[in-house]
């Protein structure tokens, strides 16, 4: 519920999946990547079908549907390939959707070998099994999304603009630009500490320093500072 949380503000949607494990004695709840699943729409904007791709290995897929998997799969492990992931999918539909019997029940849960073109299971159920929370949805569309990440990108991106800006002047503040004058410095510009720098001799400083740094403002970087503060508790808002 964490992963569903950012998810939720980031996106404006989470997939939450709960059932129970294959010997029926420990709930499994687990949160999917938006990336590999997707879902439709009935008549009545409620969700009736939900498809996830799925990566497990053969020895996760002889695990949990035994006999049914395909032969090709089987092959793996007796070559002692137990870890090689086969692509499968699973998908959770409306009964009415599929065309076997439901046996009165509202959904059908389908584990499909996408690789082989093989279905290892088809089991009506009660369970829905997928919670899939919708922030702000459009007409016409499933899937939803969030307006505070829509609210919070432009003030992020000037957040960032702003720290740019005062980091570069906090710089030129404690490390100014130099003014030096030509032959009269004899030397690398020596400007960190316990540094030295040589300036010729003859030089006459009634001219004008050989090496001054150049007059920086600072005066601008509270208030700087403070339009940073206020994005930031704008986006927090």
């Known amino acids: 519920t964490k992963t569903g949380d950012h998810d939720f503000a980031a996106f404006g949607q989470a997939v939450l999946h709960n059932r129970l494990n294959k010997d029926g004695d420990r709930l499994l709840y687990r949160c999917y990547h938006l990336r590999d699943c997707a879902w ?12 996830r791709k799925w990566k497990p290995g053969a020895r996760s897929m002889k695990r949990l ?34 065309d076997g019997d439901a046996k009165g029940m509202p959904w059908v849960s ?36 969030s307006p505070a ?31 030096a004058t030509i032959d009269a410095v004899r030397s690398d510009m020596a400007i960190y500490a316990g540094g030295t720098t040589w300036i010729d001799r003859d030089y006459d400083e009634r001219m004008g320093d050989a090496l001054r740094s150049m007059n920086i403002d600072s005066h601008g970087m509270p208030i700087g500072i403070e339009m940073q503060q206020d994005s930031r508790a704008l986006i927090k808002e």
């Open 65 to 98: 549907f035994g006999t049914k998997i395909h032969h090709s799969v089987e092959q793996l492990l007796t070559q002692n390939k137990p870890f090689e992931e086969v692509e499968c999918m699973h998908m959770l539909v409306a009964a009415d959707m599929w």
């Open 149 to 179: 990440t829509t609210a919070a990108l432009p003030e992020a991106r000037l957040i960032q603009a702003m720290t740019y800006t005062l980091l570069e002047a906090g710089e030129k503040t404690t490390n100014p630009p130099m003014v």
């Open 40 to 51: 439709m729409e009935d008549e009545n904007g409620e969700i009736c079908a939900v498809f």
């Open 110 to 145: 389908i584990h499909y070998d996408v690789q082989h073109t093989h279905a290892m299971e088809e089991q009506p159920q009660w369970h829905k099994e997928y919670v899939i929370p919708r922030w702000f949805t459009i007409d016409g569309s499933q899937y939803s999304y």
